[in-house]
């Protein structure tokens, strides 16, 4: 069975976290906690960076910094993991959702105006696939309104935004704040793990203070203060140093594993890409204002039952392919919430969306035997 994920492993993580052990430094903002967001602000230029035990702690610290009270409403694409809303709503926020766009599951940046009202508080962008939303029309938007924008980077490692100009802009490096995700699935991994982002240097000093569970402990250990309390609202988000270890084993190999990752992305591609041109399927859409960082490959079937059909036909033939997100504005959980506007593309995209097996020991031969099965199933019927 070719499996949908296999995690992959530099050789470095155990020598990295036997050292944490040897040194008996276990806790979290040690060693190489320190040297991940190092990474982080001086090869990124990111402005402060806080590693936390995983995306979703990152954005629930985003939705504490830009003070989100009940009643405050967030917009925020349907077609995403539940982490995204889940952080707003656990403050009491409302959610409004908005719809994906027709040639890709990101969010419709078109659609966001129409949704703001006075209770808005923050927009929530998902680079989904690690293709970038368009940033510049966001941004204006947020500042015309006064709106803070958090970017859900979490897929999107290694991704730019290109503005009209031609500059290229790190994702997670635009909005207000914004939060990456290391789960075994991502392009680089740590198992579980996360890091938030801040950008607005208002939230920088609060940032810390709720990192480390609320009290200025981080300013103490630094000499800035002679004394440490709890001074602020905060929890427990930062990780141990040994799963700090593993990732950054996988920073020092980014590049080389987002090559493997991009050159079976663009395999898929080239064996996929006539049975597109024939009508049979949608494959990825890249708009020209964002990069590719070959964070998964994916197919938009005519149906839901030819998407069915065709992960089943796959499954049969060693081959584990995957469905993706269903929409959040008709989950269980949130229907009776939501304001009953139909997120057609949404719908779309969660019905007929399927993910093919995709990580960096990915071989080209399984490739193209995926993608052999796959024109099988449409030529051959």
Not at 61 to 74: N, R, S, T
Not at 198 to 208: C, I, L, P, S, T
Not at 269 to 277: A, D, H, I, T, V
Request: some cysteine.
């Amino acid at each position: 069975m070719i499996p949908f994920n296999k995690p992959y492993i530099t050789g470095k993580e155990s020598t990295y976290i036997t050292k944490v052990i040897t040194n008996k430094e276990l806790s979290g903002n040690r060693e190489f906690t320190q040297k991940c967001q190092n990474y982080f602000e001086e090869e990124y230029e990111f402005d402060k960076c806080l590693l936390t035990t995983s995306c979703t702690d990152a954005l629930e610290m985003a939705a504490l910094l830009i003070g989100i009270q009940p009643g405050d409403e967030v917009i925020m694409p349907s077609f995403t993991f539940v982490s995204t809303a889940n952080a707003f709503i656990l403050r009491g926020a409302k959610i409004v959702f908005c719809d994906s766009k027709l040639e890709h599951p990101g969010l419709d940046e078109a659609s966001i105006e129409p949704l703001i009202t006075k209770k808005t508080k923050a927009i929530v962008v998902v680079h989904y696939a690690g293709v970038a939303c368009a940033m510049d029309e966001i941004m204006d938007l947020a500042e015309r309104h006064n709106l803070f924008v958090i970017e859900d980077a979490a897929q999107a490692i290694s991704s730019f935004y290109i503005n009209k100009e031609g500059e290229k802009r790190r994702l997670g490096g635009i909005g207000h704040l914004s939060a990456f995700s290391f789960h075994e699935t991502k392009n680089i991994i740590s198992g579980e793990g996360g890091l938030l982002v801040v950008n607005d240097k208002q939230f920088a000093e609060r940032a810390e203070i709720l990192w480390e569970k609320g009290t200025n402990r981080s300013a103490f250990f630094r000499g800035e203060v002679n004394k440490y309390g709890w001074v602020d609202l905060g929890s427990s988000f930062l990780p141990s140093d040994m799963i700090s270890a593993f990732l950054f084993a996988q920073l020092e190999k980014l590049d080389s594993i987002q090559k493997k990752r991009l050159d079976v992305w663009c395999l898929y591609y080239e064996n996929l890409k006539s049975l597109e041109e024939e009508g049979f399927v949608k494959l990825p859409y890249l708009p020209a204002y964002a990069t590719n960082n070959a964070h998964m490959f994916y197919l938009v079937c005519a149906s839901l039952d030819e998407r069915s059909k065709l992960i089943s036909f796959l499954q049969e033939n060693g081959v584990h392919a995957v469905f993706h997100y269903l929409s959040l504005h008709s989950s269980e959980f949130y229907l009776e919430k939501h304001d009953g506007r139909t997120l057609k593309m949404t719908d779309r995209y969660s019905n007929q969306l399927v993910r093919l097996p995709f990580f960096a020991e990915l071989t080209f031969d399984e490739v193209k035997y995926i993608s052999s099965l796959i024109q099988d199933f449409y030529r051959k019927g």
